[in-house]
């Protein structure tokens, strides 16, 4: 009679498994060819990734910019802190008609609008990171709300009225609000938004050129409108330049992009508080004198 073989030798029966019991989990594959599903697949996933290594590409978000594009932020906010004092002395005492008052309260808030988004720029919010370095996104945030009052503060000054000053305001305002998408975008989605944006654009240069020129010619705010306007449009072309080289942009030269940016912004933001300041005052002046500026609007 042939011996068995020892006990240690033998293969032990699989245990019993209850009917539609599921078997043994090995490389996240059940037998039956099924995956796990649920917060359990999802977190084998996570074990099984290797760490990330220096050609990880994956870009973790930092609370806070680098310390050279904190100092410029701070270099920025500085300057508009100077800014809105020197635009808000210069509206001072602006009385008269609603309209110089208008222009007067949005002359100070233009600068303290960016000012303070440069704050939390300097803090670390309203800024993301990419590959190609640092995006200050809330300057383009600070645009949606600052250029809709510079543009329609334009054609109150121009003497327009309501259907021509609601339109430049939100023209610009759509401007502002799809550079800021084309910010944020990346790849295709850039490029798209950023075409958006250009048409935008050319549509607010033909009403602030054509139509809103057209009303403040013969006025006697003609000389104030054509100042600002021209200052205003200059520093619109200016501005696809720098986005197109800094990392909002294509990062053609990232590095003196964001001084450039800071420079720009202030530069703008105060020279137009300023214009827009003297502009009340002298609209002031012409209500205490009796001179009134007389425009139509393009909606007849």
């Known amino acids: 009679m042939p011996s068995e073989p020892p006990e240690a030798g033998r293969r032990r029966p699989s245990p019993a498994r209850a009917p539609g019991a599921a078997g043994p989990v090995r490389g996240g594959v059940t037998p039956s060819g099924a995956r796990p599903s649920g917060a359990c697949h999802r977190f084998r996933t996570l074990l099984s990734r290797p760490p990330s290594g220096p050609g990880d590409r994956t870009v973790i978000p930092r609370r806070h910019p680098p310390a050279d594009v904190s100092l410029a932020l701070w270099v920025g906010v500085a300057g508009f802190a100077l800014g809105t004092a020197a635009v808000g002395y210069r509206a001072r005492s602006v009385d008269g008609s609603d309209r110089a008052r208008a222009l007067a309260v949005v002359a100070v808030f233009v600068p303290l609008s960016i000012g303070t988004w440069y704050v939390a720029m300097a803090l670390g919010a309203a800024v993301s990171r990419s590959p190609a370095g640092v995006v200050h996104w809330g300057r383009f945030a600070d645009g949606v709300i600052t250029l809709p009052l510079v543009c329609g503060s334009l054609a109150a000054l121009a003497g327009a009225g309501r259907v021509t000053v609601g339109t430049t305001a939100a023209v610009a305002g759509y401007t502002m609000a799809t550079t ?116 139509r609007s393009c909606s007849g």
Request: with cysteine.
């Open 180 to 295: 800021l998408a084309a910010t944020l975008a990346t790849g295709t989605g850039k490029v798209v938004w950023l075409g958006v944006s250009v048409g935008g654009f050319l549509a607010l240069l033909w009403l602030l050129l054509g139509p809103v020129g057209r009303i403040a010619s013969g006025t006697a705010a003609a000389g104030r409108f054509v100042r600002t306007r021209n200052f205003v449009v200059a520093a619109m072309c200016a501005y696809p330049v720098v986005w197109a080289l800094g990392p909002e942009g294509f990062a053609l030269a990232p590095g003196p992009a964001v001084p450039a940016g800071v420079a720009l912004d202030l530069a703008f933001k105060t020279g137009v508080g300023l214009l827009l300041a003297s502009a009340a005052r002298g609209l002031a002046r012409d209500s205490d004198t009796g001179t009134h500026a007389t425009g």
